[in-house]
């Protein structure tokens, strides 16, 4: 879907090649618990293949640096990130159905308070508190399942919110940069995308804020 936004050069098709073949090798390295090349897998060797993908198209060099950056955008939000909840569900299903879960709730809040449509410190304000105490009910109910002790409950409620409000404005504000029109999103055309953006920033750090302080990682 990704892909299907943006504009691309016939000439990148090996950078483009590059990271679809990334999504099998990261996912090895989570079934394999090899958590070392995983957290480096992206931003370290990935990003340095995507360059020399795309040069290997050819062409005229005009635009790589777009192109480059369209891409490793690409992979490191919508592969690596969303990967997360993949290693999340390896460590704890119950962990990861939380997650998604608190994810969920936090956009149904806010669809219904519209204060995405708002802008300004009070629509961020409201995004950020309505749904926290929510969330840390949620976590308390959930507690017996994924062994999160209360006050780590506590702060991922207000984390997790926190989070998927600055997830949400950073990646509105790059669609509106790449003039993706989203009362025209499509399947196949945006309406997974704009389905998962609440987790992109959300997933990595709240896996590594379990990882650091759970003893069962």
């Keep these: ?18 990271a679809y073949l990334a999504i099998p090798f990261l996912y090895y390295f989570i079934q394999t618990d090899w958590y070392g090349m995983f957290i480096i897998s992206v931003p370290v060797y990935a990003f340095l293949v995507t360059p020399f993908a795309v ?17 490793e955008l690409g992979l490191f939000l ?3 990130c969303i990967g997360h909840v993949g290693y999340l569900t390896y460590y704890s299903t119950w962990m990861a159905v939380y997650l ?22 009070p629509s961020v304000a409201l995004q950020v508190l309505a749904p926290a105490p929510v969330l840390v009910l949620l976590g308390w109910g959930m507690a017996t399942w994924t062994t999160i002790p209360w006050p780590h409950t506590l702060v991922l409620g207000f984390l997790i919110s926190t989070l998927v409000t600055i997830g949400c404005f950073t990646i509105d504000w790059l669609e509106e940069d790449l003039g993706i029109d989203r009362s025209r999103l499509a399947p196949g055309r945006g309406e997974v995308l704009n ?7 959300t997933a990595p750090v709240v ?3 379990l990882r650091y302080f759970m003893d069962a990682f």
């Design 1 to 18: 879907e990704y892909f299907s936004l943006v504009d691309m050069r016939i000439q990148d098709r090996w950078g483009i090649l590059t």
């Design 55 to 71: 040069a290997l198209g050819r062409g005229k060099p005009e635009g790589t640096v777009l192109s480059v950056g369209i891409i």
């Design 78 to 80: 919508l592969v690596y």
């Design 100 to 121: 998604v879960a608190s994810v969920a709730i936090c956009d149904f809040l806010a669809f219904l308070l519209g204060s995405r449509n708002r802008s300004g410190l």
């Design 195 to 201: 389905s998962l953006k609440s987790l992109l920033y």
């Design 207 to 209: 896996f590594h804020y």
